[in-house]
């Protein structure tokens, strides 16, 4: 059975994915508008495989996200469209400001 994965990230990470993807994967479509590729994969159990073929580096540094389901795919999307960060990426930033303002509050009364 085929697996669709989805695949979101940073600007300019589609040339460099498909780059280093030609002719290994079967590749589906690329989303003109949004940063979107589509792959299939004969099952899920593949994506492990695929990832590696993609490489760490690439998927750190364009903060690649893997989906098998559109729609929460083009939820990050509209998400990051607000300020560039997605709903995880800002409850983390939210918990360090939290975080900085009870350490200065501490630190103000010691």
Known sequence: MWTTIYINGRDGFKKVVLDKLKHSWMHGN????????????????????????IGSKIILKYRL????NLDECLQLTSDKEHNG??????????DMETRK????????IC
Do not use: C, G, P
């Not at 960060?85 to 939210?94: A, D, V, Y």
């Open 30 to 53: 690329s989303d003109t508008e949004h940063e979107l590729l589509l792959f299939w994969l004969v099952d899920q159990s593949h994506l492990r495989n695929f990832k590696i073929s």
């Open 65 to 68: 996200y893997f989906f098998t």
């Open 85 to 94: 960060f997605s709903l995880r990426e800002n409850k983390m930033i939210q």
């Open 101 to 108: 303002v009870l350490q200065a509050r501490t630190d103000s």
